[in-house]
C-alpha cells in the first residue's frame, strides 16, 4: 500500500485521485443535512449575525466594521481546531481528503433540483417552490413555472461554481484546509448576503472576500462553458450583457448564451424588487432546459477533470 501510495505521489496524480474519490463519495454516500458540519456552521453564522447586526439602525460604517469581524470571529476558532490534529496527524492526506469531502458537499443541490424537475413534470408548482426555496434566496411565491425553471437553472450553475469548481481549484493550490476555508466563505456569503435588505452593508466584506477567491474559478467555468456548449452563443450572451453590470450577469449571459435560452431579469428579496438585466439568448426557458442544464454542469466537472489530468501529466513530464 505504501509502495502504491509513493507512487501516485511521484507521479503527481495523487490530488487528482483525491479529488475524483472526495466527488465519487460525496456523490454516493448519503450523508443527512442535519449532521453535516456546514449546517451547523450555518447555523452559527445566522445566530451570530442576529448578535451584530441586530435590527436596530446603525451607521453603515459600523455594520460594514462588524460583518468583517464577524468573518473573524467565526473563521479564527474553526482553523484552530481543525489546524491542530493537522498539524499533528501522522498521515496528512486522510485529513486533506476529508477536508475535501466536507468542503465539496453538493448533495443537498441535486436532490432539491432534482426533485423540482419531477414536481414540474408532474405540474405540482407549490412542491416545485418548497424545492426552489432550498437553494434560493429570492421570494418564489410569485413564480410561474417557467420562472421557477429559470431561477432554478441560474442556481444550480452558481452554486456548481461555488461548491464544487472553486473548491476543487483552491485544493490544488492550498490543500483540503484551504479548500474548506473557501467554502466557508461561501456558506457565509450566503447566509450574510447583500441581497437581503438587512445585510447590505453587513455582508458587504465578506461579499468582497468571496469574489475575489471566486474570479478565476468563475473565469475557468466560462472557458469550460465556452468550448464545451455553443461558443458562438457564448459570445452573443456576453454582448447582451450591458455595462456596469456585476460578474454575476456575465456568469447568466455566458449560460444562457449556451444553452440558447434567456436568463436574468427581476427578482424579489424580502418583499424589495432587484432588478437585473436579461441576458444570455432571446428565447425563453423551456422544461426541457432544465435537463440540458444537468446534463452541461455534468459535462463541465468532467472537461475540469480531464484538463487537471492533462496538467499534472505535463507537469510530470517537465520535471
Not at 154 to 179: K, M, T
Not at 210 to 217: A, D, E
Amino acid at each position: 500500500m505504501m509502495a502504491m501510495y509513493e507512487a501516485l505521489q511521484q507521479s503527481g496524480f495523487l490530488p487528482l485521485l483525491v479529488i475524483i474519490t472526495a466527488l465519487l463519495l460525496e456523490w454516493l454516500i448519503p450523508w443527512p443535512e442535519k449532521a453535516h458540519p456546514l449546517t451547523l456552521l450555518r447555523l452559527m453564522a445566522t445566530n451570530l449575525a442576529a448578535r451584530v447586526n441586530p435590527k436596530a439602525p446603525r451607521s453603515p460604517a459600523q455594520q460594514r466594521i462588524s460583518g468583517s469581524l464577524a468573518i473573524i470571529v467565526l473563521l479564527a476558532p474553526i482553523l484552530v481546531i481543525i489546524s491542530i490534529p493537522l498539524f499533528l496527524a501522522e498521515y496528512p492526506l486522510f485529513f486533506d481528503a476529508v477536508m475535501l469531502f466536507v468542503a465539496i458537499q453538493f448533495q443537498p443541490v441535486r436532490r432539491h433540483f432534482k426533485g423540482l424537475q419531477k414536481a414540474l413534470k408532474s405540474e405540482k408548482k407549490h412542491l416545485a417552490r418548497h424545492h426552489l426555496n432550498e437553494i434560493v434566496l429570492r421570494d418564489t411565491s410569485t413564480l410561474s413555472p417557467m420562472g421557477i425553471a429559470k431561477a432554478a437553472i441560474e442556481s444550480l450553475n452558481q452554486r456548481f461554481i461555488y461548491h464544487q469548481i472553486a473548491v476543487i481549484f483552491w485544493y490544488l493550490l492550498g490543500g483540503g484546509l484551504l479548500a474548506l476555508i473557501i467554502r466557508i466563505l461561501f456558506e457565509l456569503n450566503q447566509i450574510w448576503n447583500m441581497k437581503l435588505p438587512k445585510n447590505r452593508q453587513f455582508g458587504l466584506p465578506i461579499a468582497l472576500v468571496t469574489q475575489l477567491f471566486c474570479f478565476l474559478p468563475q473565469l475557468i467555468f466560462t472557458l469550460i462553458f465556452l468550448v464545451s456548449s455553443n461558443p458562438a452563443g457564448v459570445c452573443k450572451g456576453v454582448k447582451s450583457v450591458p455595462q456596469k453590470a456585476n460578474i454575476n450577469s456575465y456568469i447568466k449571459a455566458v449560460i444562457g448564451g449556451g444553452l440558447g435560452l434567456q436568463l436574468g431579469g427581476p427578482a424579489i428579496y424580502q418583499s424589495i424588487k432587484v432588478r437585473s438585466p436579461r441576458v444570455g439568448a432571446s428565447r425563453e426557458v423551456r422544461y426541457a432546459d432544465l435537463q440540458r442544464s444537468w446534463q452541461a454542469m455534468n459535462q463541465s466537472l468532467l472537461i475540469l477533470l480531464t484538463v487537471i489530468g492533462l496538467i499534472l501529466a505535463v507537469i510530470y513530464k517537465l520535471n
